[in-house]
C-alpha cells in the first residue's frame, strides 16, 4: 500500500508505503524459519535451559524483525524515515552518498566516515509488490539527495547491460 501525498501548509511533497518482506518472499521465510528452529533445536538439545532458549529466541527474533514484520518508509523534504516494530530511524538526505539498484529495492548507502556508517552502510527502500510505486520512489529519493535522474538511468542501463552481458 503506498501514498503519494502532498502538505497543504508547504507544498512537501511526502511518499509513504509499506512492504512486508515474510509476505514478498515466502522462500526466504521458509529458510529463515527452518534455520532458526534448527538454532532453537540445537540450543535446547544442548543446554536445556528454557531460560536460555527463551532468550536467545527473543534475539533472534530482533535481529531479523523488519523481515518478520512490516516495514513503513516516509520520504519527504528532509530525508527517509523507516518506521518497524522496534521504533523509528530518521536519515537525512545529505548524508546518502552512493546508490544502488537491486531488482526489489534502491539501496541508499552512507559515507565511510562515522562510526554508524560502520554499522549502519545503508538503507534499503524496499518496492512495494501490488503498487506500481517503484517510480515514484526513485524520482522522490533522487530529488532528495541531489541526483539527477537522466544520468541515474543511463547508469541503470549501463549497469544492467553488464549484469546481462549485453
Known amino acids: 500500500m503506498g501514498r503519494n501525498d502532498s502538505d497543504s501548509a508547504g507544498g512537501e511533497k511526502v511518499l509513504t508505503w509499506s ?3 515474510l509476505k514478498m518472499k515466502p522462500l526466504r521465510a521458509a529458510k529463515a524459519g527452518i534455520v532458526g528452529l534448527v538454532f532453537l533445536g540445537i540450543l535446547y538439545w544442548g ?3 528454557p531460560i536460555m532458549l527463551a532468550v536467545a529466541g527473543l534475539a533472534l527474533i530482533v535481529a531479523i524483525n523488519s523481515f518478520l514484520f512490516p516495514l513503513r518508509y ?3 523534504d528532509t530525508g527517509v524515515t523507516l518506521r518497524t516494530v522496534l521504533g523509528k530511524q530518521e536519515f537525512k538526505w545529505r548524508r546518502f552518498k552512493e546508490y544502488y539498484f537491486h531488482d526489489d529495492c534502491l539501496e541508499l548507502s552512507f559515507g565511510r566516515r ?4 560502520k554499522i ?5 527502500l524496499y518496492y512495494p509488490p501490488e503498487e506500481d510505486m517503484k517510480g515514484a ?3 522522490r529519493a533522487f530529488d532528495g539527495i541531489g541526483v539527477d535522474l537522466d544520468e541515474a538511468r543511463s ?3 549501463t549497469n544492467e547491460s553488464r549484469e546481462t552481458g549485453n
Open 19 to 21: 512492504v512486508h518482506l
Open 47 to 49: 543446554d536445556g535451559d
Open 74 to 76: 516516509r520520504l519527504d
Open 114 to 117: 562515522d562510526l554508524r556508517s
Open 120 to 124: 549502519l552502510r545503508a538503507v534499503y
Open 137 to 139: 520512489i526513485i524520482r
Open 155 to 157: 547508469e541503470f542501463a
